[in-house]
Nanobody, 125 residues
Framework: HVQLVESGGASVQAGGSLRHSCVAS????????MAWFRQAPGKKREGVAA????????YYADSVKGRFVISRVGAKNMVILQMNSLNSEDTAMYYC???????????????????WGQGTQVTVS
């Protein structure tokens, strides 16, 4: 049984930073795709960043490039999303997700991801 546990949601002022973490457990393989998605009220779910655990290849949505960084703490099966220079457009519920896909498909396509965390709210004012 795969479980993803997130932490790090909060309220922050524009220009500030936040750090999310997601810990995966119960997945039987060492190579997989971990990603962060977000969804604001009335908007489609957006894949903001993804990481392929075998070689730390990353993907970023254009909307967050240069501001967000996804990284892995390998031994702990933990993925970190560092969010900098936050603005009101970043306000959303953030979810981590896990997909059993090859590196070439480790991106922001939500339909590839079977396992999801509970979500944490980020509010930028």
């Amino acid at each position: 049984h795969v479980q993803l546990v997130e932490s790090g949601g909060a309220s922050v002022q524009a220009g500030g930073s936040l750090r999310h973490s997601c810990v995966a457990s119960g997945y039987p393989y060492s190579r997989y795709c971990m990603a962060w998605f977000r969804q604001a009220p009335g908007k489609k779910r957006e894949g903001v960043a993804a990481l392929w655990t075998d070689d730390d290849t990353t993907y970023y949505a254009d909307s967050v490039k240069g501001r967000f960084v996804i990284s892995r703490v390998g031994a702990k099966n933990m993925v970190i999303l560092q969010m900098n220079s936050l603005n009101s457009e970043d306000t959303a519920m953030y979810y981590c997700a896990l997909a059993d896909v090859p590196r070439a498909y480790c991106n922001g396509d939500s339909w590839r991801f079977r396992h999801w965390g509970q979500g944490t709210q980020v509010t930028v004012s």
